[in-house]
């Protein structure tokens, strides 16, 4: 009996794919091309993801940050589900450190005794 075999085309270009059968395209180029219409198609969905983050980003900054200043390891803050790159727009302090701002919370990723952690802010007016 002959193997079967199957064909399949790259969800791209089109163009034949040989080998897995779980290939999907020719090769990285057309992989990131294709994910980059997608994302041009469906611009809602993308939106949302990122509205989404953020709004997560900015719940968790203000349940961590109560006092107006606060630290926190790294760990827990990414544990909750925050990502650091969501983030709205920066500060730099005179001393050059870049604080990221998702809305009026702030972090600052600092490492002290081999720990990553989170300097929590809340935006001032002296930061305009
Ligand atoms: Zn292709």
Redesign the pocket.
């Known amino acids: 009996m002959k193997p079967m075999r199957f064909y399949s085309a790259?969800?791209?270009?089109?163009?034949e794919l040989k080998g897995r059968a779980d290939k999907k395209?020719?090769?990285p180029?057309?992989k990131s091309a294709h994910q980059y219409q997608q994302a041009k198609q469906n611009p809602e969905r993308f939106y949302n993801k990122v509205d989404n983050q953020l709004k997560l980003n900015r719940r968790l900054l203000k349940n961590f940050n109560k006092a107006g200043k606060a630290t926190i390891r790294k760990e827990q803050l990414l544990q909750a589900g925050f990502d650091p790159n969501f983030f709205t727009h920066y500060w730099k302090n005179n001393k050059g450190d870049v604080y990221l701002f998702v809305y009026e919370y702030g972090f600052l990723k600092k490492t002290e005794n081999n720990t990553d952690k989170y300097i929590l802010v809340q935006w001032q007016d002296y930061m305009n």
């Open positions: 790259c969800l791209y270009c089109g163009a395209f020719c090769d180029q057309c």
